[in-house]
Each structure stands twice: as structure tokens, then as C-alpha cells.
């Protein structure tokens, strides 16, 4: 309920912000990319940070920092607005993984490593306030000190550093310092973590995106200085204090509550978010089905296992007696986007129902069942898609999992019927949920990468769209434009008895019975 | 570049400023803390191991079996000293209990108390003292002083070089 809300106000927002945007730019698909960059940058101006900072007085070298007008000042704005970028983006983030129901299975390994780089975000966000040493880094380090006394961790209360007897010990700020510059490797390694299970990640948001943010958080930083309270006094309780609400919004409410409860509360809710996994994993009778390869019509060609975005196909060595490799689908580590499919000219991998073959029986059907559609411009699309969404006749509309997941056959299947063109309508690059599908789509289609469009198709009647769901503005200027185009074009013609190549005999099942288990533990099928 | 795409991209731009300047607007947002309301009342001090020490010579039992250059002359045991903390303010006592160790039972003792007071001019009592009157010469220490809290005070009870306890007031 809760994920199919979010999920509708998410794609709504992704749709306004495309049409101010543009999907190509649009921030919301690059939160995870956007904090990366945040963290890059964060990094860059700690670098000159920590050239200033003194842990024998760290008010007073922060002050200084900030009365340095064209340096310090702005380059400590830049570092901690960073930091609440990355928590914005990584919220935004993970709200999108959630909603999208892509946090469960293979995938839970990116959600769980996630969490804790955000947690380690926190540490180190948490650390360098009370680096800072002023009402706020006080109040930080007494709530800190007063928690974890909650906790049978310490012999002695640690809040006896903060009671104002004897002055807070060197080796206090030292060990902040410490961990604000250790934890980052911490987050190094979990980033790796996090991305370990894909293919070809994107750590960076493309050019045009990464130099507005670091131009925007750079002008803010230059136009608003980072707050800078009084210095901590132990023996006066704060009172004004500049709270940051990305990183210390749960102040004034432990404050006021008991250390156990407190500790309940943030219990409760890091088990439910680490629990994500579980809670939105569907039935299983409802998960859709890994890939599986047929060893009978794989010829060993390798662009499944190079096209896969999740690293979830291997070439190993055949066992049937024929030389050469055949690809093998690790189903642990497949979301069964299907992109495989559409990777394949003989059509022998791919989910369950969705291969090449199975596409190409259903686009059989859809010419048979609506023949009024040849002779018009024909809607083949992600479900996911402004496609997915299109209010208008629905008899030219055809459907896939995916843009990466159609066989270019489908196209030519439709050209070649008499359709006077066809508009595929993929997702935003960015925002596909199997990762690659609108890359690998054009390729295939129009830069003759396996299984390319044939070059017997007329490309002037294939054209590819990327508009989310709630897009359909965009999708409407592209068809419009399209129609004009092909107005222009001759009347098309259709073929009667129409051939599409596939290698091996059209007629071979594509169940995955046919696909042994080449090796234990290692199926290829369901 | 049509009128529609300037509009839009500037539309795009003045968005992109506003969500920044909100997310820094939130990152520095004031609050008052409810606690500098008040006053603080803080005591904070440790002593180490108040043990009693009773020895005696060892029974035959016990020699038995001891080589005989590794025989001691007396076998001593540490018993705890318990300790009762006071604290009281214009007469009505906050609090008055055992204070409990750190750890073992002959580990330190650490007091650390705060206490939420009105602003306003008081009178601190403070006790310290072992809960046993056979321990006589175990440390205790003792405290009555008039104070003036101002809202956000932390007057802070501990003891100063030479064990004895005093106040230092926030201003």
C-alpha cells in the first residue's frame, strides 16, 4: 500500500521534473551517482580542511578557517552542504529502489550494503559536527555521551568527559578526526559492496548534471557561509543552536526522552529499513522467473554475457559434446530484466514467456488480432514506460518487460506486416529498472549490435522515445513529430509471408526443460 | 531558442537554486533547547577503590601445602565500602541513596548526577560519605553553599585539588 503510494507520487514528480529537464538531466534518476559526487566532493574540500584543523583548539581553527573569506570559509560551506546532499540524494535514492520493488533478491545485497553506507554517512557527518566544537558539536557529544551510557558498553560514564571539571582531553578531538577521516574507507569499501553485483556501474552523474550540482553547492557555499555557533562552554547549557535537520533532526526528541527508549526507536526503525528486503520481496508464486539459456541454440557468441547488467551469465565450457562455450545463468544473481533476450539471434535465452521466441509468437498474434493496426504507427514499449500509461487506442500498443528486453525481430516482424512505423517507447536511460535496457536497445537497433535490427528494415519507420510513466507530454510530441515524418514516407506495404531469421528451427521450445545443468549448483533454469 | 524553452529552462534553473537554498535553510534551521530554560545542578567526581583491608595470620589449613618459602605471613582480603551520595537543594532532597560501582566490586567510584533547578537563588547541600562507621578514614566529603542560578547555569559540584568539594558556576 505504502510502496504503491510513494510509487505513484514518485512517478508523478518524475514526470514534471522530465518536462523541466528533460530525462536525460533529470537529478532524481542520478541520487545514487549524486552521491558519489557529493562524496567526491566532500572528500576534496576535507583534503584542504584538515591542512587547518587543530585538535588542541578546535573552535578557534575552524574560526579561523572561516575568516579566511576566499578560502576556508566557503571551502567548509562546500564540505558540509556536500554532506547533506548525499543524504538528501541517498534518501531519494533508496525511496526510488523501494518504490521501483527493486530491493529484494539479488538485489538485496545493494540495499543492505546501502544502508550502511548511509549509517556510515551519519558517523561521519555526526563526528565532524562535534569536530567543530561549538554549541552544537556540544550538545552533539553530551546526547552521544549520555546514549551510549544507556548502554552496558562503558565501566564509567563516559558523560563525565562533558561535566565541565577538568578541560575535554586532546584525545578526544583526535579520535573525532580519526574516525571522520577513517570511516570514508569504511564507505569505500561498502560502495564497492554496494555496486559489486552490477555490471558496469555509473558512479558519476553524466557532465552536464555534475558540473550544475558542484557549480550550485559551490555558489550557495560562496553566497551562505556554513553556521558556525558560539564555542562550547560546558558549564552553560546550550541554548540557540543551529541544527542541521539531515543529520541531527532526532536532537530535541531524545532530549527530551529516555536514553532507552531512544535506543528502541532507532532499533525499531534500522531493523524495519536492513528488513526491506524481506518485507517487499513478492510471493513466490508472484517473482518473475530468472533467465535460463538454451544449450541447444546457444552458439557461444558471448553478447548475453556481455549485455547482462547484473553480471549474472557466464560463459563455461560445453558439456553436449559440440566445442565451444554456452552461456549459463546464475539465477541467484538474475532480476530476470530480460535484457538477455533481446541480446540473442537465435533466441535461446531469456526469462520464462519473454524470450525472442516468445515475443515473436505473441507479435504474431497481435497482427492477427488487430490488422487495422498495419498501415498506422504502432506503440511498442516497456510497460513501465509513457507507454505502459498511454491512454490512446490500445490496438496499436505492444508491450514488453522492457525496452532491452524486445527482440528486434518484434520491429521488423511489425515493419515488415505493413505498419507505417514504430515508436518504441523505452524509460528514461537512467531510470531503467533493469539499468541498460534503452542503451542496449538503440544499439541494437539502429548501430548493428547483436541481435541487430536487419538491414533489410527501414530504419525511416523505427524510431525510439524515453518518457517515464507519467511523461505522456513528451511522448506526444514524439509521436506527432513521427507521424509527420512518416506521412512523408510511401503508403506501406505489407508482407504476406513474412520469415524471420533465427538460427535454429522456430519451432524449438524455448521451455526451460531444454537447458541442462551444465554444472551443480549452477542452474540455467528456473 | 524558442520563448517556451527560455521560459522552461528558466523555470528549470530558479528551481534548482530554490531546492539548494532549502536544503541548506534546512541544514541550519535555529532551535531553542527547552533546557536552557532552566538551570543545571551537576555533580561529577570519581574516587578510586574505597576498600577496607582486614588481615589475619594464616590457619595451619592454609599453610598446608604452600612451599614453605612461599608461605605468606598474613592472608588479607578487600571488602568494598559502601557509599551513600546526598544531595539536597533548599532543604528538600533530590537525592539520597547508595552509589553504585563501576564495574567489580572494589573498582572505582564515579559520581556523575545532573539535576534540572529553577533559576534562581538556592541552598546546595551535598553528602559523601562511606554508609559504615567502622570505615572512618575512607574519604568523605561534604558540601553546604548558597548559589544564584541564572537560566542556562551548570553549577558544578566536584572536588577541588585538595578533596574538598567545591562549586564552579556557568556565566
Redesign the interface.
Known sequence: MLKRLLGRVLQRTDGWVD???GSKWNPLYQSGALVVLCLAVMLVTGLYLIFFYRIGAPYESIVRIDGQPWGGRWIRALH??AA??AI?AAVVHALRMFCQGRSWGPRALAWISGVFLVFLLYVCGLTGYVMVWDTHGQ?LAAEGARLLDALPLF???I??TF???DPIPSAFFFMNLFLHIAVPVGIVIFLWLHVSRVARPVLLPPRPLLW?TVG??T??ALV?P??LGPGA??????????????YTFW??WT??AAPGVAWLAAGVASAVVVAVPLLTRPRADRRPAPSFASTRLCTGCEQCYTDCPYDAIRMVDREDGREGKVALVNPAACVSCGICAGSCAPMGVGPPGRTGRDQLSRVKEFVQRHPGAGGDMVLVGCGRSAAGAWAGDHTRRFLVSCAGNLHTSVVEYLVRSGARGVLIVACPSRDCWGREGPKWLVERLFHEREAELKARVDRRRVRVAHASAFDQWSLEGVMDKFATELARLDAPVGDDSIEVETECDLAESSTPQDSPLPRPGHTSGP | MSAATRARRSVALVLAIAGVLAMVSLSRLRWRNPDAEAAELRLSWRIPAPSERSCRPPTEAELEGVLPHMRPSEVCTDEAIPYRLTVLLDGDTLRSGPVARAGGRIRAITVYERFVIAPGDHRITVGFAPETASAAEAVAMAMDADVAAAPGDVILVAPDDTGRLGMSEGR
Open positions: 518536462r523541466l529537464y558540509r552542504y547533506d546532499g538528501v550538545l565501566s564509567e560514564p558523560s563525565r561535566a565541565g571539571a550544475t550550485l553547492l555558489g550557495v551562505v556554513a553556521a562552554d560546558l558549564l552553560r547549557l546550550p541554548g540557540d543552536v543551529t541544527l542541521d535537520v539531515f536532537l530535541p532530549r527530551s
